[in-house]
């Protein structure tokens, strides 16, 4: 069914807004390893410790994040932006380029990841055509030396710069 153009409108406002690339990584009971780009990811709760990452109910992947014990969160880096578009792209070998390996908690992991966090499944919330996975962080690795790529304008970018330490959040 085409979208309505209230759907284009809000599609066209939030492509405005700027958001982290990430590819989320599990396992499922058979070994099977499955990933996917997402945009939509944000920290939820410092204590506990939790994220969350929007799937559409439409996807490849969805029964086995939604079915998932344990998921990873790759943030991506500014120069793996091919990275993101093969995670984003039906009918692949997503893990065919030999960039994931298995990592914390026996995840799929992107070791040049500027940040990696190991989930457990805290909850899957309804959220229209999408199931919000909420994760319990248990591990988190940074990367000090990289800059994040970020998605805006349905365009890869990298950030135009560090941010000054007086700007930065304490």
Partial sequence: MPPNARELDFTRAMARVP???????????????WGFTASSFVSL?????????????????HAAFTTADFFM???LAHD?????RRFAT??????AAGDTVTLERGLPGIPEAVVRLACRMHDVVDGGDHSILIGRVL??????????LVYVDRAFVRPAGSVPAVARAH
């Avoid at 969350?52 to 996807?59: F, G, P, R, W, Y």
């Avoid at 039906?90 to 893990?95: A, L």
């Fill in 19 to 33: 958001g982290p690339v990430v590819v989320t990584t599990t396992v499922d009971a058979a070994g099977r390893r």
């Fill in 45 to 61: 709760s410092l204590a506990p410790p939790l994220v969350t990452v929007s799937l559409d109910k439409k996807a490849s992947t």
């Fill in 73 to 75: 969160v790759n943030v």
């Fill in 80 to 84: 793996q932006s091919d990275i993101a």
């Fill in 90 to 95: 039906s009918g692949v070998d997503r893990f």
């Fill in 139 to 148: 591990d988190c690795v940074t990367s000090v030396d990289r800059e994040a």
